[in-house]
């Protein structure tokens, strides 16, 4: 049988650790949105640099 105070510390700690899974689920969330938007941003920035590329290219492609 568990004392009164090692219940209520059992109970402060088994907060505690559902406070920190709770916690640790919302970052995991906000760590799988940063990685769409990075991968979003990425793929924005190669489309830019192929756009610019060939914007450079053509007028000296139509010279030749």
Do not use: W, Y
Not at 10 to 21: A, G, H, I, S
Not at 27 to 52: C, Y
Request: hydrophobic share 35%; aromatic share 4%.
């Amino acid at each position: 049988i568990l004392t009164d105070n090692a219940n209520k510390r059992l109970d402060e700690t088994f907060n505690m650790l559902q406070q920190k899974e709770r916690k640790l689920e919302e970052e995991a969330v906000r760590s799988k949105e940063l990685a769409i938007q990075a991968k979003t941003a990425d793929f924005a920035k190669t489309q830019f640099l192929l756009s610019m590329s060939h914007e450079i290219r053509t007028p000296l492609n139509t010279n030749e």
